[in-house]
């Protein structure tokens, strides 16, 4: 089998069929504060302004750039029909509207979807007909703090660590185009211990007749090929992975070496039509005991960064086609071996060259802030979505859930927020044993596979003074903050310090600030850092760190690089810092 070259802007790059369009683009957009839209079937009409899709409305680049409170507004474009689609299937793919909305295609409504990182997908070849077709949006972004937010602000005016809002279609619109019979979903999970993978695969319907092909490739090496007959629209298949090289295991993935399998899956149907999916996967295995992390077997060191995922004039969208591979690039050039994604489900391009370039990622939920039973109603079904749809990318090691108790301030003693945060690590556990799961991260946690501590102490001194007897600590606080939740203590789990550092560079001025006091160059940034990060590499119960923060935010000034993603000093001197080994 051939593979299949991947254009830089596919929105999906690890799912890949070739017959794809971006809708991304000019679009008609139009603000509805006072929430008349759907009484005058704005669905039927021409909206008075345009917008640059996939940019919200607050950013520079949607060309609409206004930062004020607009609680709903209205998206629509043509779509000619092309003859290529007749008798096929089109999919509408939203990657990412924030926060939920409906559609309409040619004035028909057709759905809707509601949770602003995940992707939702509609089938609307029934709607569309020759000549020029209609799509229309409705969104709603009202202020509620118990919907999934993340670091938006609640309010027009930024605040604290808290950044502009986010507002709309932020992320890539696309249609894919596929035979009667396809391929709705792939779960891939590896076991590098019985050398295979098992394949969950789901038609979007049975067909008798319908024959699945299956073929595994490594380096354009043929490992393995199976025919299917699937009895159902769901199949279950082992496929077995037998390493090439019998001396020595050269093809696990790791940071180091991000070594992936290309899989090739073709459904036939008795009719001769053919849905073909290049996608790929990595035979790795994540694991926590004995107080250390394991990755493949093997001890494993964490290093790794905080990257919220902003830029200057886009906000949370990347500004062009390369920018998430190069944030990877600069994140390993500062010798880190893994991002904890900040409070963002990140554009599926993040994960995809995660895996091809070698990172490991902590994939965290964007934190709500009100304790109700709508919030424990939005947050899971978002959250069960996230993991479901991320689930194939072997970059991702670590799921968060939660945020320094963000949503469920009260979880330190309130039974409630705890049967919450309880029921997000089963819940996960159970759509995903392959990895593990920070619940609360940095402190007041409850059963968790990690115990991640937040601290942002200010020199050397200050933390050895705190974390010579590791015992005492556990039990109390690190910063201010009970490291558990009441009727919780630690267990054992590896020690991560999960966010620390911060420091800032540069005079703090329009509320600009970062933690302690600020570097006034980049020289002696880096002193401060190298002084507050030996002594972590120099004590043996810790088994990992995240810096705070790749780049600087809005009024955070504390990153290695500044808002426009430059590194405020040589990476190659940050790497001799954050990869030293102490014996």
């Not at 490291?483 to 203590?489: F, K, R, V, W």
Request: charged share 25%; proline share 4%.
């Amino acid at each position: 089998m051939n593979k299949l070259e991947i254009p830089m802007e596919h929105p999906r790059p690890a799912v890949f069929r070739k017959d794809w369009e971006s809708l991304n683009g000019i679009w008609q957009f139009a603000f509805d504060d006072q929430d008349k839209g759907l009484s005058e079937h704005w669905e039927r009409k021409s909206l008075d302004a345009t917008i640059y899709v996939p940019y919200c409305y607050q950013s520079v680049r949607s060309g609409v750039c206004d930062q004020t409170y607009h609680p709903y507004v209205w998206y629509r474009r043509q779509l000619e029909f092309k003859e290529s689609w007749r008798g096929k299937k089109v999919l509408l793919h939203f990657e990412g509207v924030d926060y939920q909305y409906d559609l309409w295609i040619n004035d028909a409504h057709i759905g809707h979807h509601c949770g602003g990182s995940v992707r939702s997908t509609f089938e609307i070849s029934n709607w569309l007909h020759e000549g020029s077709n209609t799509i229309c949006l409705r969104v709603a972004d009202e202020q509620d703090w118990s919907k999934p937010q993340g670091k938006q602000a609640p309010v027009s005016t930024v605040d604290r660590c808290w950044y502009t809002q986010t507002t709309g279609i932020w992320k890539s619109v696309w249609l894919e185009i596929v035979p009667e019979i396809y391929l709705s979903s792939i779960r891939i999970t590896p076991d590098i211990d019985r050398r295979e993978i098992t394949l969950d695969l789901e038609l979007n319907r049975h067909v008798v007749g319908t024959k699945i092909y299956i073929e595994v490739r490594y380096h354009n090496q043929l490992v393995c090929q199976k025919m299917l007959m699937p009895q159902a629209k769901r199949v279950l298949e082992p496929v077995s992975v037998e390493s090439l090289d019998y001396v020595d295991e050269l093809h696990y993935w790791t940071p180091e070496r991000p070594e992936l399998f290309d899989l090739y899956i073709t459904v036939e149907n008795s009719s001769g039509t053919y849905d073909f999916v290049q996608t790929y996967f990595g035979m790795r295995k994540i694991e926590a005991r004995n107080g250390q992390i394991y990755l493949n077997n093997k001890p494993y060191y964490l290093r790794l960064v905080l990257d919220q995922g902003y830029w200057q004039d886009s906000l949370m969208t990347p500004p062009g086609n390369t920018s998430l591979k190069e944030d990877i690039l600069l994140t390993k050039a500062f010798g880190f071996n893994g991002a904890r994604k900040h409070q963002k489900i990140e554009d599926e391009r993040y994960y995809y060259w995660a895996d091809q370039l070698g990172l490991l990622v902590w994939a965290e939920m964007p934190s709500s802030y009100a304790f109700c039973a709508h919030e424990v109603t939005s947050f899971m079904g978002e959250w069960v979505s996230v993991v479901t749809q991320l689930y194939n990318y072997p970059s991702i090691m670590t799921w968060v859930p939660f945020n320094e108790s963000w949503g469920i301030r009260n979880v330190l003693f309130d039974s409630m927020q705890q049967n919450f945060a309880e029921s997000a690590y089963h819940i996960t556990k159970a759509l995903d044993s392959t990895r593990l799961v920070s619940t609360n991260d940095g402190w007041e946690q409850v059963t968790s596979d990690l115990c991640g501590i937040h601290d942002y102490y200010d020199n050397a001194a200050s933390f050895q003074k705190k974390y010579h007897d590791m015992d005492s600590l556990l039990q109390k606080d690190a910063q201010g903050r009970k490291i558990y939740a009441g009727g919780y203590s630690f267990c054992g789990q590896p020690i991560i310090l999960s966010e620390y550092g911060g420091i800032a560079c540069g005079q703090s001025q329009n509320g600009a600030w970062g933690y302690n006091q600020a570097a006034d160059s980049g020289v002696e940034l880096l002193e401060r850092i190298c002084n507050i990060t030996v002594p972590i590499l120099e004590n043996k119960q810790i088994a990992g760190y995240c810096y705070t923060q790749l780049t600087d935010v809005m009024q955070e000034i504390n990153g290695l690089a500044d808002a426009n993603h430059r590194p405020k000093f040589d990476p190659a001197q940050g790497r001799k810092i954050f990869e030293k080994t102490i014996e």
